[in-house]
């Protein structure tokens, strides 16, 4: 059930037992995870359902007591028992510490809203959020979650036709025209500076900061493009020019394209004019960051790694109001294989809508990736205190077999299919995020039609059911069991694009399945009984660590379909840690302003989000 952001009490009754469900206060408060906990959005009618309740005390049980099992409910808006079921415990779920039970109700497949799911303790039924069951229960979020980028546009005015007074502000960052910090670094190396000024504008920022990154903004963008190549192969209609709001619906061009072209323009700009030789520092000098050893190198086609603030800024500040100067870092090979791969990406997808941008893209991809071949170990080094979020990388291997394919699936050249073989990461499929890519070149090889696309789906399936082999094992009936990192429901969205893209090639439900077991999590299936999608849930996300939807007196909350980096196991910042000591891994979060390590937002994560979003939608019966 989608639902506006709600304050106050909420009263929910199952069996005519009232029980008070207070809204989410801050900080957070941990009886809420004694309610059946589900995804508060809802469930498509012929999806599994399934509901976890954790029983409130500590597990284990005391000495000699078994779990017993327990007696559930389903009911309809109108009060009516739609069904009913035992459960027994499923055991201890190591996430949380808690014992739970898992509730099935996928019986349940006539459409409604206002469902609850109540379980009976002693003489009272503790009830679950109110979801609904319908065909289309994913479709606004898909265009929620597109909108964050235009929300998140630099250089342009956000305008209250597209997106409501509320969330409108002025044009910021306008004319980015910028020059590599220096010539020395805050340690005391001499760089030397850049000979030359880029004009950066547009592109995303990147997060709660208003700093636009290559590495990450390319991942995202890489995403928003697959998701567009899927939608192409699946007919989908659903963001054919006019059907978002931004300022270039009506163009004659898919909006999707637009939205990312928006983005690409800039990690085009971010590239290094021909003929420019600067130094760089080379090799891994991790050791040595205050005596760095500089290399004239021909830099021509590399990409600038980052363009941000000099240094950060207080929270809240609308951009329009950030009077920090700004630069650009030097160039990386990582940034340069990012612009390969997403520029060879984008010649791709705009051929045949725009063959001059994709000519463009095209040729900025080649000479972006040549230039990481002649400078493969110029790995990005911060030449400020602060001021910008770091995306160093020290491997870069899975980078370049990534930009690899992305040229093999555009040009079918001989050349670069001979790397994408020669690559130790051929044809892997792991888990990935903005520093580790590999698994983006397997997803585009099983997404084009090439010789290696057999080979690509067959490695997408297998680690497919690797992933799903995890499930029998958690509490919250999630493929996911690994630590809990920054950024942790971007890990899950990104395993369910994977599950989703071994559905579309394999047929198997099962696959589909685990996608939405991934998105129940997200929208509330989870220990804190929490949706970390801004208005997506009875619960959800309202603080998120943003400069400008800092939701207080002047200042807007979050936009609906903007998630949360989530339960973050060792939480960094002191909001956070101030309230998490000792928090078993899913419960470390907190929804507060404060909190960057557990409650930005970010291009990269939202990314993913609207890509599974718009593959549920897509793809519903
Ligand atoms: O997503 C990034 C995460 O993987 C890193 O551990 C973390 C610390 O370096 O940074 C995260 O990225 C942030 C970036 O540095 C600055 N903008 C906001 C990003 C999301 O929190």
């Not at 503790?126 to 998140?152: G, N």
């Not at 995303?204 to 990154?213: E, N, Q, S, T």
Request: charged fraction near 20%.
């Amino acid at each position: 059930m989608k639902q506006a952001l709600l304050a106050g009490v909420v009263m929910a009754c199952v069996g005519g037992v009232a029980m008070a469900q207070p809204n989410l206060p801050r900080p957070y408060q941990h009886h809420y995870m004694e309610f059946p906990t589900l995804n508060q959005t809802g469930f498509q009618p012929d999806s599994p359902k399934i509901a976890v309740y954790a029983v409130p005390e500590d597990a284990p049980a005391p000495a000699g007591k078994a779990w017993s099992a327990i007696d559930w409910v389903v009911k309809d808006a109108a009060n009516t028992v739609v069904l009913s079921g035992r459960s027994e415990a499923f055991g201890l779920n190591a996430g949380s510490g808690k014992v739970v039970y898992q509730i099935d109700f996928s019986a349940l497949k006539t459409p409604g809203s206002g469902y609850v799911v109540g379980v009976k303790t002693g003489d009272i039924y503790k009830v679950s959020a109110p979801f609904d069951i319908r065909a289309d229960v994913y479709q606004s979020l898909k265009y929620d979650a597109l909108a964050f980028f235009y929300h998140q546009r630099a250089s342009v005015p956000i305008e209250a036709k597209y997106v409501g007074d509320r969330f409108a502000r002025p044009v910021a960052h306008e004319k980015e025209i910028v020059t590599c910090w220096g010539p020395k670094d805050h340690r005391g190396n001499r760089w030397g500076g850049c000979p030359y000024t880029l004009d950066v504008s547009k592109g995303w920022y990147d997060a709660g900061d208003h700093g636009k990154y290559v590495v990450n903004g390319g991942i995202a963008v890489w995403t928003l493009m697959n998701g567009y190549e899927g939608a192409q192969a699946r007919g989908d209609r659903s963001f054919d020019d006019g059907r978002v709001k931004i300022p270039e619906a009506g163009n004659g061009k898919n909006d999707l394209l637009d939205e990312v072209r928006f983005e690409m323009d800039f990690l085009l700009a971010m590239q290094v004019p021909d003929g420019q030789t600067l130094n760089l520092p080379l090799g891994d000098q991790r050791k040595s960051l205050d005596k760095l050893t500089f290399t004239r190198v021909d830099a021509s086609g590399m990409a600038h790694h980052k363009m941000h603030d000099e240094h950060w800024t207080a929270i809240p500040m609308p951009p329009h109001l950030d009077k920090e100067k700004r630069g650009l870092s030097y160039p990386s090979t990582a940034a340069t294989l990012n612009l390969a791969a997403t520029a060879a990406q984008c010649a791709r997808v705009f051929k045949g809508v725009d063959d001059a941008y994709a000519d463009r893209c095209l040729s900025a991809a080649k000479k972006a990736y040549a230039a990481a071949k002649r400078v493969p170990d110029a790995y990005a080094i911060d030449v400020l205190p602060g001021g910008g979020g770091g995306y160093g990388d020290g491997q870069l291997s899975d980078e370049l077999y990534w930009a690899a394919a992305e040229l093999y699936a555009t040009t079918g050249e001989a050349a670069y299919e001979k790397d994408v073989k020669a690559s130790p990461q051929y044809l892997t499929a792991t888990d990935f995020s903005w520093g580790k890519v590999d698994t983006l070149g397997t997803l585009t090889l099983a997404t084009v039609d090439t010789p290696l696309r057999a080979a690509a789906r067959k490695a997408i399936v297998a680690r497919a059911a690797a992933m799903r082999a995890e499930t029998a094992g958690q509490g919250y009936h999630i493929a996911f069991n690994k630590p809990y990192v920054w950024g942790s429901t971007a890990d899950f969205m990104n395993r369910a694009m994977l599950f989703a893209h071994a559905a579309d090639v394999s047929g198997e439900a099962v696959y589909r399945a685990e996608a939405v077991n991934l998105m129940d999590y997200v929208l509330g299936r989870n220990p804190l009984n929490f949706s970390y999608v801004s208005g997506y849930g009875e619960r959800a996300m309202q603080h998120p660590h943003h400069r400008f939807w800092a939701n207080d007196a002047t200042l807007p909350p979050p936009p609906p379909g903007v998630i949360a980096g989530g339960p973050n196991q060792n939480p960094s910042d002191p909001d956070a840690r101030a309230r998490l000591e000792g928090c078993a891994p899913q419960t470390c979060y907190v929804d507060h302003i404060g909190s960057y390590s557990t409650n930005e937002v970010a291009v990269n994560w939202n990314a993913p989000l609207f890509w599974v979003a718009a593959w549920l939608d897509g793809t519903r019966k």
